[in-house]
């Protein structure tokens, strides 16, 4: 049972322009949520984190986006740069719970 | 600081052996996962341990596979006999262990059984 779902397997986006990664949950006891970068080779590293209690997080060019009523979040790259393609994964935990349950990624490709 | 250290980075065994792959966490975390990552599930939560007693091994698939943190600075997860569909990426990675502390990962292990 995948209960972080991103059903965007990949994505490409030309330089510049606005890359939108998705991301929908079920369980609706989830209250944080992170997304994740990884490069080939390397592991995951931490991009970008939002509480439940907030709709949106802004760290630069990058902004999480979350939905609680459609159990959604979105992050949104803008300008999207050759750097940013890479795997992105969503992931959420539960409140009092330190566990991450992760999406299975979306593959980001910018073209220059 | 040296980050999440894992070893080996590559193996490649056949099926039926034993494999063992090892973690050192970042010095000061006391908090330590084991991921899987697959295609077909993406990251999968296999075991965690908090200073070194394992709290949730619901992930960890059958009883083939075996994880133990004997000090804070080391952790083993061991597959006993191996086989193909075991092959993937494994992840350690570690953390301060608060609620919501972001978690660091190493480079991963890429096992391959043939």
């Known amino acids: 049972d995948q209960q972080v779902k991103q059903n965007s397997p990949s994505l490409s986006v030309q330089e510049g322009r606005i890359s939108i990664l998705n991301c929908d949950y079920t369980n609706s006891m989830f209250d944080y949520f992170l997304w994740y970068k990884k490069y080939p080779a390397e592991g995951p590293t931490f991009l970008i984190s939002?509480?439940?209690?907030?709709d949106k997080n802004e760290d630069g060019r990058f902004t999480v986006f979350l939905n609680k009523s459609a159990k959604h979040l979105s992050l949104h790259i803008v300008p999207s740069q050759p750097g940013d393609s890479a795997v992105y994964f969503c992931a959420a935990s539960r409140h009092g719970n330190e566990k991450l349950t992760f999406g299975t990624g979306t593959r980001l490709t910018i073209i220059p | 600081d040296a980050g999440v250290i894992q070893s080996p980075r590559h193996e490649v065994t056949e099926m039926g052996q034993e494999v063992t792959l090892r973690c050192k966490p970042i010095?000061?975390?006391?908090?330590l996962f084991w991921y899987r990552q697959t295609m077909m599930r993406g990251l999968e939560l296999l075991i965690y341990?908090?200073?070194?007693?394992?709290?949730?091994d619901s992930g960890m698939p059958e009883d083939r596979f075996s994880a133990k943190m004997p000090n804070a600075s080391f952790s083993t997860l061991k597959i006993q006999p191996s086989e193909p569909r075991d092959s993937a990426v494994y992840f350690c990675?570690?953390?301060?262990?608060?609620?919501?502390?972001?978690?660091?990962f190493g480079s991963g292990t890429q096992l391959s059984v043939l």
């Open positions: 939002i509480s439940s209690i907030k």
């Open positions: 990675a570690s953390s301060i262990g608060r609620l919501n502390e972001k978690l660091f």
């Open positions: 010095s000061g975390h006391n908090s």
């Open positions: 341990f908090n200073n070194n007693v394992p709290i949730d």
